[in-house]
């Protein structure tokens, strides 16, 4: 074929280009995300925000809010999850395919934020696993599009070779916190989770989860 025969950047480029298969698999799956929103708070509120005219997350192709799990494939806990709600989240992430990833919006996913409650999960992390971490309460709507194109910076540098590793999943360690008891103590530290708190408050020098009885007030 000459030079004179239009290619696909115009009359005298090269009529073909080559690339990696990863790169424009990679390709389509960043700039086709449909995030499957879970609201539950204050949260929800900055993630409709993020949809709407102000800042258009049309733009980065994530306009498709897909209400059906098995037709998602990013999942936005936007809020607090108390136990009793562990489980439809679960539920909900057992049910998107794969490939799939996890946005933890707000500090009340993230970690529980004020609600350092027995009724509420410190941190989702320890029901699903999670890719990027947004913090604030509640993060603003850049703040949720600035995590997704972190998302997407993610899913950028994956390869199909390493699939088993990256989106490997262990079923028995489903709702069981991924740190060991020595990083859980340094994370929680003096006002983190409230059955750490006695103990490590400096009261007394004990395991006990409750008040010694010779400091009640």
Known sequence: MGLDVPGIFGTGSPTFLTTKVDFVVNWARRNSLWPMPFGTACCAIEMMASAASNYDLARFGMERMSFSPRQADVLICAGRVPYKLAPVLRRIWDQMMQPKWCISMGACASSGGVFDVYSMVQGIDTIVPVDVY???CP?????LIYGLMMVQEKISGESLTRHAELRAEDPDAAGKPRAGDAQVRD???PF?????????????????TERPKDRLP
């Open 134 to 136: 947004i913090p604030g």
């Open 187 to 189: 994370l929680t530290g």
């Open 139 to 143: 993060p603003r709507p850049e703040g």
């Open 192 to 208: 983190g989770n409230s059955t750490q708190q006695n103990r490590l408050s400096g009261l007394v020098e004990t395991d006990a």
